[in-house]
């Protein structure tokens, strides 16, 4: 299977629930022949669009777009589907974002999330990434309050043919970073992958904690980090939301790689978090294969949602 058609079918099941929503549930709105658009069409299309993860901001400027098209006419099923469409592509359109990479010396990326939310797993993918472009490595090992995480970071490296700095248990994880930023520089590596300890955005510690990770890792080269990217788990939904706002308003997040988007029916919480945050999606996760990971498409993520409708 090709790159887009892997892309395809991965975000084909991942919004499936929208995609059902959009399918099932607005076919049922015309079982005649059109309908006309008063309240009771708009308050039964509002719901459908809600429960479809959409968020209600979005679901609200689709209501509103009808309503100023259509009130009081009949509309036809094509009509509102056209009409969702392109709402959702002005909404969730967005510049091709690729990785920010350093003028000169090391790219420094922190990578940040909560706990289970797929972040290890993202890093060594995005490792390989750059790995398969030619670039050399160092991963920096923060997550030093499981063991189980440096160590798994550790056997993706020595898979990988990259550097990484570990610590001991406990360890301050700033220090780590610090350590990371310093081995890129004395090696000359292209790119400096900072891993943290998963962490809720409510744990107000603890997002401070992050807030000096990233104060450190600009002490040896101001720009750094170049880039903060959140690591949202797309089965999550819509509390994906509020975490990306939490972390973005500690760390200053510069992007959204969205995780496990394969084994999720709730891909279209991509629209509020767009809406909402302003965060770029900039990678999503495809597969649990090493190379699944593939950059966001905004006209993909439309065309998968529409496909077949």
């Known amino acids: 299977m090709g790159i887009f058609g892997k892309i395809k079918e991965a975000l084909g099941r991942g919004v499936e629930k929208t995609k059902t929503a959009l399918a099932t549930d607005i076919r049922d709105l015309f079982k005649k022949q059109g309908r006309l658009v008063d309240e009771s069409f708009l308050d039964d299309l509002q719901e459908i ?3 479809s993860d959409m968020g209600v901001a979005a679901s609200q400027e689709i209501i509103d777009e009808i309503k100023s098209q259509f009130r009081a006419r009949k509309v036809e099923m094509e009509d509102v589907l056209d009409i969702v469409r392109n709402k959702l592509r002005t909404l969730m359109k967005q510049e091709e974002v690729p990785i920010k990479l350093a003028e000169s010396g090391p790219t420094v990326i922190m990578v940040v999330g909560v706990n289970g939310s797929g972040k290890t797993t993202s890093i060594a993918k995005l490792a390989n990434l ?41 360890a301050d994880p700033a220090s780590v970073g610090h350590r990371a930023v310093a081995r890129a520089l ?3 590596a292209d790119i400096c992958i900072v891993d943290t300890a998963g962490r809720l955005q409510t744990q107000t510690n603890l997002m401070q904690e992050l807030t000096k990770i990233h104060r450190v890792l600009g002490k040896q080269i101001p720009e750094a980090p170049h880039e903060v990217l959140l690591v949202l788990d797309a089965t999550t939904g819509q509390p994906g939301i509020s975490q990306a706002q939490g972390f973005t308003q500690a760390v200053n997040c510069t992007g959204i790689i969205l995780a496990k988007l394969d084994g999720t029916a709730k891909g279209g919480v991509v629209v509020p978090i767009r809406q909402k945050v302003g965060l770029p999606v900039k990678f999503i996760g495809v597969g649990e294969q090493i190379d699944d990971l593939e950059p966001f498409n905004s006209e993909a993520f439309i065309e998968a949602l529409f496909a077949g409708l």
């Open 186 to 188: 004395e090696t000359g």
């Open 130 to 170: 750059f790995k398969s472009q030619g670039k050399s490595v160092v991963l920096g090992a923060g997550d030093t309050f499981r063991a189980a995480a440096v160590e798994q970071l550790t056997i993706w490296a020595e898979r990988l043919g990259v550097d990484i700095v570990t610590a001991q248990p406990g």
């Open 49 to 51: 669009l809600i429960k």
